[in-house]
């Protein structure tokens, strides 16, 4: 079993504060269980890495299961990067330029 790094990019990491922000001022309920989605799909990268199809530069996505919002990361061997927390339905494919 490989022991990877989870390493986020700071614009991802810009992103997931701001969409958690935005759901938070809504319901504090629905805040948490974003968080907690997009921990869950971190989690589940890290268990199988190459589950996902590799797209651009070999980025991957993995879609969360309530909320329209992509994890975008890719692999090395020894770190996982997230790159992005994209809202699906926003400027597709913009965090090419951080792959």
Not at 12 to 34: I, K, L, M, P, V
């Amino acid at each position: 079993m490989n022991v990877r790094q989870v390493r986020w990019h700071r614009e991802a990491g810009d992103e997931a504060e701001a969409a958690a922000r935005w759901y938070r001022e809504r319901s504090a309920a629905a805040a948490e269980r974003f968080v907690g989605e997009i921990k869950q799909a971190i989690e589940t990268i890290l268990e199988a890495p190459r589950r996902w199809p590799a797209g651009f530069r070999s980025t991957r996505k993995v879609k969360l299961p309530c909320f329209p919002f992509l994890v975008v990361y890719r692999e090395s061997d020894q770190t996982i990067e997230i790159l992005a927390i994209a809202h699906g339905r926003r400027r597709p494919a913009y965090w090419n330029e951080r792959a």
